[in-house]
């Protein structure tokens, strides 16, 4: 729970980070960096790579070739360097809303044309529309797709079976599959994440993968990014763009996180992971004496999308009622596309206490919005 910036005591659940200090270890080595005193130019620390492959293969089963791999600032920076490298201006790149909305923003500042795939919302279950998205692809504009696995806000951990149809679409149409997999080491009991580049070497020839500690670890301001490029061309394109516009510069602290994150956090993970569940059982026993929200329930990510449609508000009054009746300081529905209009996105990563404030506060909000509603007071 945080002060807001107009002075309320807003429940700050809208920025997709933690609530909790990074991992120990990761401290530790920052601290080690730090001790050390010398921060002149250095070249990537050698346990970095087997960090990131041994995670990869050991947590998710996927056995990556160091050579593979390119580092970034950050998952933003890959996405678009990806579309302004591998498509062209006005050439359409593909996204599945709703869906986080920097893939909007870097779609549009790159003089690329966003082409929409909505997902479809069946019984409280979101699926991605496969017969849309065999036309769209078919239309040669269409030259990329943004990927979202797990799927933020929505919290879709996609299928070995969703990956490898959209996979065998994109492929059949020459769109190259750029997967956006920041939220991968993030689900929830009884999901599995699996890397849309592991289902086989032709899908990874036709992959670009966007990974990153920062929400695992809670380091996204360590701007510790990568990317996993099996194919030689596009690598090799992507290494030189890297070059051009020199993102290609060791960060000493970045390094240091990253490898104490990858090689020293499975357990700190497995905690939190643990923890999140907590936090969604409660928020799922508390949405359920409240009538008019509807939780979606999620396989990954500790971002909740909430239903608000039955309060039959329009997108502008549903975002002032959660943040002045509520008090919460959330992320609109609006914001990921037309499509979550209605609806909002918690961040759970926060202490259980916090958490159970804010539902309470949730519930006597929409208690005294139906109270108001009857008498016809609610503007
Ligand atoms: C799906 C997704 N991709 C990328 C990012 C941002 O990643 P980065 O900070 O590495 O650019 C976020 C942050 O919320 C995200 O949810």
């Not at 599945?96 to 409280?124: A, Y």
């Not at 996609?158 to 490898?164: D, N, S």
């Not at 194919?231 to 290494?239: G, I, L, P, Y």
């Amino acid at each position: 729970m945080v002060l807001g910036q107009d002075g309320g005591n807003l429940f700050a659940a809208g920025v997709a980070d933690m609530d909790y200090k990074a991992p120990p270890a990761v401290l530790a080595a920052m601290q080690e960096r730090l001790d050390h005193g010398v921060f002149g130019y250095e070249a990537v620390p050698a346990p970095l790579m087997p960090a990131l492959t041994d995670w990869l293969h050991t947590r998710h089963g996927w056995q990556v070739d160091a050579a593979h791999i390119l580092r970034a600032p950050n998952v933003l920076n890959i996405l678009a360097i990806a579309a302004s490298l591998f498509t062209q201006p006005g050439d359409g790149v593909i996204v599945q809303p709703p869906v986080f909305f920097d893939f909007f923003d870097i779609i549009r500042e790159n003089n690329r044309t966003l082409i929409s795939n909505p997902l479809i919302l069946k019984h409280g279950h979101y699926e991605m529309d496969f017969d849309g998205l065999e036309k769209l692809a078919a239309d040669p504009r269409a030259k990329m797709l943004y990927l979202c696995n797990p799927h933020n806000p929505v919290g879709r951990v996609w299928t070995k079976a969703e990956l490898r149809r959209l996979g065998d679409i994109c492929a059949a149409n020459d769109v190259l599959v750029v997967s956006d997999e920041i939220h991968g080491d993030i689900v929830l009991p009884g999901h599995t994440y699996t890397p849309f580049a592991a289902i086989g070497p032709a899908y990874a020839d036709n992959a670009i993968t966007c990974l990153s500690p920062a929400k695992s670890f809670n380091i996204a301001a360590c701007c510790s990014a990568f990317t996993v490029i099996s194919n030689d061309v596009r690598r090799k394109a992507f290494q030189v763009e890297n070059s051009r516009l020199t993102v290609n510069k060791n960060n000493a602290f970045a390094s240091a996180a990253m490898v104490a994150a990858y090689s020293q956090g499975s357990a700190w993970l497995n905690d939190v992971l643990r923890y999140l569940d907590g936090n969604l059982a409660l928020v799922r026993t508390h949405l359920s004496t409240i009538s008019k929200v509807d939780l979606i329930e999620p396989e990954g990510t500790f971002l909740l999308w909430l239903d608000f449609r039955r309060l039959g508000l329009s997108p502008d009054d549903l975002t002032a009622f959660l943040r002045q009746q509520a008090g919460w300081a959330v992320t609109r529905g609006q914001a990921f596309g037309v499509e979550g209009e209605g609806f909002a996105r918690l961040n759970i990563a926060c202490t259980r206490a916090d958490l159970t404030t804010a539902l309470g506060r949730l519930s006597k909000a929409v208690a005294d919005h139906s109270i108001i509603k009857k008498t016809g007071d609610f503007q």
